[in-house]
């Protein structure tokens, strides 16, 4: 790509103190003008953080066979899904690996929402838009249009819900409400859902972008703090959530991934079925941990990480957490999975650390 | 952005304070900046040896890792070792309780640009 893309937003950062930096084509803030561990305090210390994230791509899938579509492209049980409900899943290819992780909406059995990565956006919609010759159905990508918002934290239902008619509190854990949002006098059809990326609860907003500004500062008026990309990060690195790119990619099946919980082998047949039934069978080629150091040091994404003094494997995702101390997932080898002194090695010295459950800090997700 | 009069600057962002034979390294505060959230530091050991320029510290924000240059050359005699339980001084007092090391110098500072040269520096 030889440009970046801009939200509707691009102005409101800027003007906020944004540091803009390239990000899965777009130029978005890495952080604000108070910093990332600000943003970082005021989402998991009871505000509302307030997420720009429009660069996610967003696809509709409709027709009357919607639902057998994606039984056979998506890893999780889509008919488990009643309406209103949202779940994470996961497309993959024929050898068993991720195209791309995924957030499936149901609207009805004829229509269904989901919700991609940006880096992934062409990729998958190709990938969707071939598979659906087989099918009485239609895919089509509505990313350019929607501003997708995040609002995160133990106050964003209150900020949200001053603006709009939708009672918040109706609306469970992974579930959605869909309608008209009233704002200002105008009104526009949306989805709020309650789902995030951050281990708080809270929403995420898809609106059409004429909304966008209007929504934007009407949420900062009502308290939330804007956060960047940098804070976005920590706050799903705490909560072990996998990333693309990181802990998942066209590298490594569910099995590897940790993700055997969206990928239902009891289902219909779906692409890549096989390829994961057979890397069960034969064992993860490699096994994705947690760690926490207890040697001084930030364990970051691509540090070698050893056990019992022989290398493993790697760091995916690595940070400073401030409640945590220095926490980090990486891929090892089977065997290692479960024991052996483990040290990460940072700057040619091996510092020592060891495993752990994720979340690395407890959760605040309205269960 | 802040320049403390009577210290000197390197082109790398960083600051020395020169008392007799004995020299206190930093970072300026355009440096803090624009690292952002400080959220580690690795001090250098005591009785290390440093050429001018050489890499003698780490600070690490919240998204990158930054080698700290030695402005001029000297052994290592003192370290700030508050900054390894708080950090954030390297933001908040860059010039004061943010210092980094002290060094017995070694070599000259000519090379080294003064606060008004800095400011120029930073101006270009």
Same mark, same amino acid.
């Given at each position: 790509?030889?440009?970046?893309?801009?939200?509707?937003?691009?102005?409101?950062?800027?003007?906020?103190?944004?540091?803009?930096?390239?990000?899965?084509?777009?130029?978005?803030?890495? !952080?604000?003008?108070?910093?990332?561990?600000?943003?970082?305090?005021?989402?998991?210390?009871?505000?509302?953080?307030?997420?720009?994230?429009?660069?996610?791509?967003?696809?509709? #899938?409709?027709?009357?066979?919607?639902?057998?579509?994606? !039984?056979?492209?998506?890893?999780?049980?889509?008919?488990?899904?009643?309406?209103?409900?949202?779940?994470?899943?996961?497309?993959?290819?024929?050898?068993?690996?991720?195209?791309?992780?995924?957030?499936?909406?149901?609207? =009805?059995?004829?229509?269904?929402?989901?919700? /991609?990565?940006?880096?992934?956006?062409?990729?998958?919609?190709?990938? *969707? !838009?071939?598979?659906?010759?087989?099918?009485?159905? $239609?895919? $089509?990508?509505?990313?350019?249009?929607?501003?997708?918002?995040?609002?995160?934290?133990?106050?964003?239902?209150?900020?949200? !819900?001053?603006?709009?008619? #939708?009672?918040?509190?109706?609306?469970?854990?992974?579930?959605?409400?869909?309608?008209? /949002?009233? *704002?200002?006098? =105008?009104?526009?059809?949306?989805?709020? =859902?309650? $789902?995030?990326?951050?281990?708080?609860?809270?929403?995420?907003?898809?609106?059409?972008?004429?909304?966008?500004?209007?929504?934007?500062?009407?949420?900062?008026?009502?308290?939330?703090?804007? /956060?960047?990309?940098?804070?976005?990060?920590?706050?799903?690195?705490?909560?072990?959530?996998?990333?693309?790119?990181?802990?998942?990619?066209?590298?490594?099946?569910?099995?590897?991934?940790?993700?055997?919980?969206?990928?239902?082998?009891?289902?219909?047949?779906? #692409?890549?079925?096989?390829?994961?039934?057979?890397?069960?069978?034969?064992?993860?080629?490699?096994?994705?941990?947690?760690?926490?150091?207890?040697?001084?040091?930030?364990?970051?994404?691509?540090?070698?990480?050893?056990?019992?003094?022989?290398?493993?494997?790697?760091?995916?995702?690595?940070?400073?957490?401030?409640?945590?101390?220095?926490?980090?997932?990486?891929?090892?080898?089977?065997?290692?999975?479960?024991?052996?002194?483990?040290?990460?090695?940072?700057?040619?010295?091996?510092?020592?650390?060891?495993?752990?459950?994720?979340?690395? /800090?407890?959760?605040?997700?309205?269960? | 952005?802040?320049?403390?009069?009577?210290?000197?600057?390197?082109?790398?962002?960083?600051?020395? +304070?020169?008392?007799?034979?004995?020299?206190? &390294?930093?970072?300026? %505060?355009?440096?803090?900046?624009?690292?952002?959230?400080?959220? &580690?530091?690795?001090?250098?050991?005591?009785? +290390?040896?440093?050429?001018?320029?050489?890499?003698?510290?780490?600070?690490?924000?919240?998204?990158?890792?930054? %080698?700290?240059?030695?402005?001029?050359?000297?052994?290592?005699?003192?370290?700030?070792?508050?900054?390894?339980?708080?950090?954030?001084?390297?933001?908040?007092?860059?010039?004061?309780?943010?210092?980094?090391?002290?060094?017995?110098?070694?070599?000259?500072?000519?090379?080294?640009?003064?606060?008004?040269?800095?400011?120029? &520096?930073?101006?270009?």
């Amino acid at each position: 790509m030889s440009t970046l893309l801009r939200t509707p937003l691009y102005d409101e950062h800027v003007a906020l103190g944004g540091k803009i930096v390239p990000f899965a084509g777009y130029d978005l803030p890495v !952080q604000y003008k108070n910093g990332a561990l600000k943003e970082y305090t005021a989402v998991r210390e009871g505000e509302a953080g307030l997420f720009d994230i429009t660069h996610m791509g967003q696809v509709r #899938i409709e027709g009357k066979e919607a639902l057998a579509f994606l !039984q056979y492209v998506s890893t999780n049980d889509v008919s488990k899904l009643v309406d209103g409900q949202v779940q994470y899943s996961a497309l993959l290819n024929e050898q068993g690996t991720f195209i791309d992780d995924i957030t499936t909406y149901k609207i =009805s059995d004829k229509a269904y929402y989901l919700c /991609i990565n940006a880096a992934n956006r062409h990729k998958d919609v190709a990938h *969707l !838009q071939q598979q659906a010759v087989k099918f009485s159905v $239609t895919v $089509t990508d509505d990313s350019d249009g929607t501003t997708l918002l995040a609002l995160q934290g133990a106050k964003a239902q209150a900020a949200l !819900q001053a603006l709009i008619d #939708i009672d918040l509190e109706s609306i469970a854990y992974y579930r959605f409400a869909r309608g008209k /949002i009233g *704002l200002n006098g =105008s009104t526009s059809g949306g989805i709020i =859902s309650r $789902t995030g990326y951050t281990g708080e609860d809270g929403f995420e907003i898809y609106i059409p972008n004429s909304f966008a500004v209007s929504m934007w500062k009407a949420l900062l008026e009502n308290g939330a703090v804007p /956060i960047g990309l940098a804070a976005r990060d920590m706050l799903r690195t705490e909560m072990g959530y996998a990333l693309y790119g990181h802990e998942i990619s066209d590298a490594v099946t569910p099995v590897e991934a940790k993700l055997m919980w969206i990928t239902k082998l009891d289902k219909s047949d779906f #692409i890549g079925k096989q390829a994961v039934e057979k890397r069960k069978g034969e064992g993860a080629k490699k096994r994705l941990i947690a760690i926490k150091l207890t040697g001084r040091g930030i364990p970051r994404e691509h540090y070698k990480v050893f056990v019992g003094g022989v290398e493993s494997g790697e760091i995916t995702s690595g940070m400073y957490s401030p409640m945590a101390g220095g926490v980090a997932l990486a891929y090892v080898k089977p065997e290692h999975a479960e024991s052996g002194a483990i040290t990460v090695e940072i700057r040619g010295k091996q510092v020592s650390a060891e495993r752990t459950t994720l979340p690395f /800090i407890r959760s605040n997700v309205r269960k | 952005m802040s320049i403390s009069a009577n210290l000197k600057y390197t082109k790398e962002h960083e600051w020395v +304070r020169i008392d007799g034979d004995t020299a206190t &390294f930093g970072i300026s %505060d355009h440096a803090q900046a624009a690292l952002g959230d400080i959220v &580690f530091v690795e001090l250098p050991e005591i009785g +290390r040896n440093l050429d001018a320029a050489e890499a003698y510290a780490v600070v690490e924000s919240v998204k990158a890792v930054s %080698d700290i240059y030695a402005p001029v050359a000297g052994e290592v005699i003192e370290v700030n070792a508050l900054l390894e339980a708080e950090h954030e001084k390297l933001n908040t007092d860059p010039y004061g309780n943010g210092w980094i090391a002290k060094v017995k110098m070694s070599g000259n500072s000519d090379e080294l640009m003064s606060d008004h040269e800095y400011a120029v &520096f930073l101006e270009e």
